[in-house]
């Protein structure tokens, strides 16, 4: 199975060179790797430029965002078999390929191979997998395309990532891609990607924005390629969680930044939407006064999700 990799880069500076040594190191070799420099104003470029493998297709443009950027990279790869869009600061572990290749090898219907994946020094968290279109209208199910090979036949038939959304465009074209198909499973835990989380990441500059999740949802809920394939009242239900989902998200996040009165509206509303026993206990020890689990590797950061 030959392999096309697109790696996204924007100001990342030595922390590129990092992922593109994990996918030129990987156990599977037969690939292409297309590196799409979206207009950097660091030394991005330079060091793209400084790794020697035939493998390499690298692309400079100016700054478009990182959904133009995949689809550019995307266009400039080679026949392939199966696509995996990897962010320029996470790391694939070495036998990332391999795994999900033989997952895909041994499930013909599936789009997609799915992987474990972990964020800085967290637990690894497994990819769920099977019929993903249901979940995957509530929320995104995956940390980034970095832990998902997808079958070149699914990329070309689901098109493009939607260029007018530089939030959840990730989670928008996942929820397309599931209109096609399953998600196999690559076996064992550990994880085949490594998520680096910086706090000038796009996760954490639009996290608490409302308006971010509100032109991702109106993307997903509003095609009615993704939709119209179920009754009216499941869609309907499936929105209204939703916007739970991404109300507890604000709120999480605005938690973590220490804006408590803020955060405890959205987790409220949120609560009142879609009520689960976990959400409601974390949202009472967030009320305490100063008792709120957030802080130092409390609770609340491993089990907010």
């Known amino acids: 199975m030959r392999i096309g990799v697109v790696i996204p880069a924007y100001n990342l500076g030595a922390r590129l060179t990092g992922a593109i040594r994990s996918v030129l190191e990987q156990s599977h070799r037969d690939l292409a790797v297309a590196v799409v420099d979206d207009g950097s104003t660091d030394e991005t470029l330079a060091l793209a430029r400084s790794q020697r493998d035939a493998r390499l297709i690298l692309i400079s443009q100016p700054n478009q965002g990182v959904s133009a950027a995949r689809n550019r990279g995307l266009a400039a790869l080679p026949p392939v078999d199966a696509v995996l869009f990897l962010d320029g600061d996470d790391r694939l572990a070495p036998d990332a390929l391999a795994r999900l290749c033989a997952a895909l090898a041994a499930a013909p219907d599936a789009v997609a191979a799915v992987g474990p994946s972990r964020t800085g020094n967290a637990r690894p968290r497994p990819a769920p997998g099977g019929a993903m279109l249901e979940a995957l209208l509530i929320g995104n199910r995956y940390v980034n395309g970095g832990q998902m090979l997808i079958r070149a036949g699914a990329v070309a038939a689901v098109g493009g990532f939607h260029p007018g959304l530089r939030f959840g465009e990730d989670w928008e074209y996942w929820a397309r891609l599931a209109c096609l198909g399953p998600f196999a499973v690559a076996q064992g835990a550990a994880p085949v990607l490594h998520v680096e989380s910086r706090a000038e990441g796009a996760y954490r500059r639009h996290a608490t924005d409302p ?44 938690l973590r930044a220490r804006r408590q009165g803020a955060a405890l509206g959205w987790m409220a509303r949120s609560v009142a939407a879609a009520p689960r026993p976990k959400r409601i206990g974390l949202l009472a020890l967030a009320c305490l006064p100063r008792g709120w689990p957030g802080a130092r590797g409390g609770p609340f950061r491993e089990y907010a999700a």
């Open 211 to 254: 308006q971010a999740f509100r032109a991702c949802l109106v993307a997903i809920h509003g095609n009615p390629a993704i939709t119209a394939r179920l009754p009216s009242a499941r869609r309907a239900t499936l929105r209204r969680r939703a916007e739970a989902e991404c109300a507890w998200i604000i709120g999480r996040e605005l």
